[in-house]
C-alpha cells in the first residue's frame, strides 16, 4: 500500500494555479454592459460591470490588477442615498464618480489610494457610484454636472 504526500510546494502551487484559474474562469464570465458620459459636447463610451447586489458591491475592484481604460465598475445602490466607499484590497488607482438618480454626477473623487481605509463619502444622496481608471475624468474633461447616460439612471 503506498501513500502519496504531497511536499508543501506542491500543495502551494496546486493552490495557485487552482486560484488563477478560478479568476481567468471569473473574468471570462465577466458581463459588461454600455454606459456614456456626456461631457461638454463630447461623448465617452464605457464597457462596464454592474454589481447589483451586496456581494458583488462588496467585493467591487477588489484584488485586480489592471482594467482596461474604455471599462469600469458601476455600483447599483438601488436606492438614493448618502453612501460611502473605500479601497481596502484595491490595487488600481480610481476615478470614483457619485451619481444621482438623474444620472448627472454629483461628485468626483479623483485618483483615490490603493488599499486605503480611508473612507470617501459621497458628499450627498446618490443612486451609484462609478469607477473608472484614475486620471480618465481629467483626461475627458469629465466634471461634476456631466450626465452618465445607462438604463440605470432616468432623465428628469
Keep these: 500500500m503506498s501513500v502519496f504526500r504531497s511536499r508543501p510546494w506542491q500543495r502551494f502551487a496546486a ?13 471570462a464570465q465577466t458581463q459588461t454592459e454600455p454606459l456614456t458620459i456626456a ?23 477588489m484584488f485586480r490588477r489592471t482594467m482596461a481604460a474604455d471599462h469600469g465598475m458601476l455600483f447599483d445602490f438601488e436606492k ?14 480610481l476615478d470614483m464618480l457619485f451619481i444621482r438618480a438623474d ?11 490603493p488599499q486605503s481605509t480611508r ?6 444622496p446618490v443612486l451609484a457610484v462609478l469607477e473608472l481608471n484614475a486620471g480618465t475624468a481629467a483626461r475627458l474633461g469629465i466634471k461634476a454636472g456631466d450626465r452618465v447616460q445607462h438604463p440605470l439612471f432616468k432623465p428628469r
Design 15 to 27: 493552490a495557485f494555479l487552482a486560484l488563477v484559474l478560478l479568476q481567468v474562469s471569473a473574468a
Design 103 to 113: 444620472g448627472t454626477i454629483a461628485r468626483i473623487a479623483a485618483d483615490t489610494e
Design 119 to 124: 473612507v470617501i463619502p459621497s458628499g450627498e
Design 39 to 61: 461631457a461638454h459636447g463630447a461623448s465617452h463610451g464605457f464597457a462596464v460591470e454592474v454589481m447589483r447586489d451586496d456581494e458583488a458591491r462588496s467585493r467591487g475592484l
Design 80 to 93: 438614493v442615498a448618502p453612501v460611502a466607499m473605500w479601497m481596502k484590497n484595491t490595487y488600481l488607482s
